[in-house]
């Protein structure tokens, strides 16, 4: 058994698993925040997508005792019914899913995307590397491509995130 | 996935130490964790270097930049200096995997992925690189994926990735720390391994053997370009991918270096395609010979045949984008 102290969404646990455990089934399945989904549990779909120190990740592809010490989001922390963060209010006035299942992943991934656009980071789309060029709905759609959707509201996935990025069509 | 023994490693002397004795290190974990799970590998023991003291890239005295094992290919694929010097790796770094993946995925650690075979995955086949001696189910089966160059009758699997085709082409060296505390370099064109009679060994490292950083020369002049051609437009592997580093001289070409991924066991580099092309104006007629000498020996398992045509194709046209001569294909 490994203790490890994460905190996540601002609140600290101790956590006390086998090593092998993943820190996606640690938030599951040991702290109870069942917002973030298991979909493949091989790192191609996207749907357990969380940030850690703010950069999103793929949580079914770490280990929970890697990350003693991190500082950890989930769905749950970006906003809540009635409090809902711009993107997660985007995607429900875009219609930006149908099942439902991969938007937890989605929308994590989006945020921490918007982030990385306004910090400059480049994407294989991106013309000039030193100097990208905002985010396209090919920008978007090139950088949201770790976070797949079944239902393929991919349209309506990037008319949400456009809105909330401020980018141009 | 099997029980394992977790450790973090205190510093590099501690790490090292540990993989002497048999432990595998983990660091971003996004290959090792997926094959761990599918019990492909299956270590009974985890050193965790992620905590070294090795995320850093810096300048090096000559000019060129040292990229430290455990900066993320986020991190490297944005750093400034990368961007501007060596805009090949940013985008073969950027044609790779998903952004979330890269945000894990470690330099150190991405040179060292392992192939993605279906029968290397697929515990229920024989496999001479998951368990030696077996078999090789790709020669006689689904092998689209597989390569054309360098293959062995013992196997047939591709390097996948994209990171290291880059650093072939630019003359990039790892440098690697023993358990007996020496460090070396090693030609990142001599690091990955031809498959042979030991397909088991993926590359040179030796147990105990840590990689701490990759060198880049000083930047040189010329056009940079990475190509990938893959099944879907993102977020796939390559079938075949070119990175191309080609300065020109008046109207003649002055330097060509050229790596291939997807092709083989290794990031694929023929010094003398490169010298065929030296001091030659561009033309189309060139361009097909430089096509005939890299594929001299090119040879299909049956669903990978059009890899050939594919890779003669990739090459022309980066080689008319390089020199300006686009239509000379």
């Known amino acids: 058994m490994e203790t490890t102290e994460l905190t996540v969404n601002g609140k600290n646990h101790r956590l006390e698993a086998d090593s092998r455990v993943t820190l996606l089934d640690a938030l599951r399945n040991h702290l109870g925040l069942t917002g973030t989904k298991k979909g493949c549990d091989h790192g191609q779909c996207g749907a357990c997508t969380v940030l850690v120190d703010g950069r999103r990740i793929n949580s079914c592809l770490t280990l929970a005792c890697m990350h003693d010490g991190d500082d950890i989001t989930t769905i749950e922390g970006l906003g809540e019914p009635g409090n809902l963060s711009d993107l997660q209010a985007a995607f429900v006035a875009h219609d930006g899913f149908q099942c439902g299942y991969c938007t937890p992943g989605q929308i994590c991934s989006a945020t921490a995307m918007i982030e990385e656009a306004r910090a400059g980071w480049p994407s294989f789309v991106s013309d000039d590397l030193e100097g990208p060029d905002g985010l396209s709905d090919e920008e978007i759609s090139e950088r949201m491509s770790g976070n797949l959707c079944r239902c393929a509201a991919y349209p309506n996935i990037v008319s949400a995130i456009r809105q909330v990025a401020g980018g141009r069509s | ?329």
């Open chain 2, 1 to 329: 996935m099997k029980p394992f023994a977790y450790a973090r490693a205190g510093d590099r002397a501690d790490a090292t130490a540990r993989a002497a004795a048999d432990a595998t290190f983990i660091a971003g974990g996004t290959n090792l964790l997926d094959l761990m799970k599918l019990e492909v590998m299956a270590p009974e023991k985890l050193v965790d270097i992620s905590r070294l003291d090795l995320a850093e890239i810096t300048e090096a005295e000559d000019g060129g930049l040292r990229i430290g094992a455990l900066v993320t290919n986020s991190d490297c694929a944005a750093d400034a200096r990368v961007r501007r010097d060596y805009p090949l790796l940013s985008r073969a770094i950027l044609a790779g995997a998903s952004a979330q993946l890269r945000n894990k995925a470690t330099t150190g650690g991405n040179l060292c992925q392992r192939t993605r075979c279906y029968y290397f995955y697929d515990t229920a086949m024989p496999c001479n690189k998951r368990a030696p001696g077996s078999g090789c189910q790709a020669l006689q089966g689904f092998n689209r994926i597989h390569a054309i160059l360098g293959a062995s009758d013992a196997c047939i699997a591709t390097y996948p990735g994209d990171m290291a085709v880059a650093m072939v082409a630019l003359d990039a060296e790892v440098e690697i720390e023993g358990a007996d505390g020496k460090c070396r370099l090693v030609p990142v064109r001599d690091f990955h391994r031809l498959p042979g009679d030991q397909p088991e060994r993926d590359n040179i490292l030796d147990a105990g053997d840590l990689i701490t950083a990759v060198i880049l020369p000083p930047p040189v002049a010329g056009r940079q370009i990475y190509r990938k051609v893959r099944d879907r437009a993102s977020y796939a592997f390559a079938l075949c991918s070119m990175a191309a580093l080609v300065e020109m001289d008046g109207g003649t070409i002055a330097s060509a270096a050229l790596a291939f991924g997807g092709l083989a066991h290794k990031p694929w580099r023929d010094g003398e395609m490169e010298a065929l092309l030296i001091g030659q104006k561009p033309s189309a007629d060139l361009f097909g010979r430089a096509a005939d000498r890299l594929l001299a020996d090119a040879r299909g398992h049956g669903s990978n045949d059009f890899k050939i045509p594919l890779t003669r194709r990739v090459l022309i046209s980066v080689l008319g984008e390089a020199t300006n001569t686009g239509g000379a294909a």
